[in-house]
Nanobody, 129 residues
Framework: QVQLVESGGGLVQAGGSLRLSCAAS????????MGWFRQAPGKEREFVAA????????YYADSVKGRFTISRDNAKNTVYLQMISLRPEDTAVYYC??????????????????????WGQGTQVTVSS
């Protein structure tokens, strides 16, 4: 069993920055990948970024590429999402996720929310105009 807890969300003006953190606890020995999804009110959950836990390979949605950076600290079992140049359309609840059962081998897998095994409760990010 794995537990994920996000933190770092808040209210910022357009153009501002936030850094999200997600700490994993429990049975984290077999972590394959960690990632971030987001969901705005009335919209589907969408992929943001993912990182392979061992190799550090990263994947990003086109909408955030160049603005968001995903990173991890293996020793701390923590994944981060550094967000800069935030836009109002980035407003959403951001969810941390872990893949620990089904291995992914490409963007099409990581971006599919059905391929992720564990989810955090989410942290709200609001970007004002």
């Amino acid at each position: 069993q794995v537990q994920l807890v996000e933190s770092g969300g808040g209210l910022v003006q357009a153009g501002g920055s936030l850094r999200l953190s997600c700490a994993a606890s429990g049975s984290t020995f077999g972590t394959y990948a960690m990632g971030w999804f987001r969901q705005a009110p009335g919209k589907e959950r969408e992929f943001v970024a993912a990182i392979r836990w061992s190799y550090g390979t990263t994947y990003y949605a086109d909408s955030v590429k160049g603005r968001f950076t995903i990173s991890r600290d293996n020793a701390k079992n923590t994944v981060y999402l550094q967000m800069i140049s935030l836009r109002p359309e980035d407003t959403a609840v951001y969810y941390c996720a872990e893949q620990n059962r089904v291995y992914c081998s490409g963007y099409g897998c990581y971006s599919d929310h059905r391929r992720w095994d564990y989810w955090g409760q989410g942290t709200q990010v609001t970007v004002s105009s």
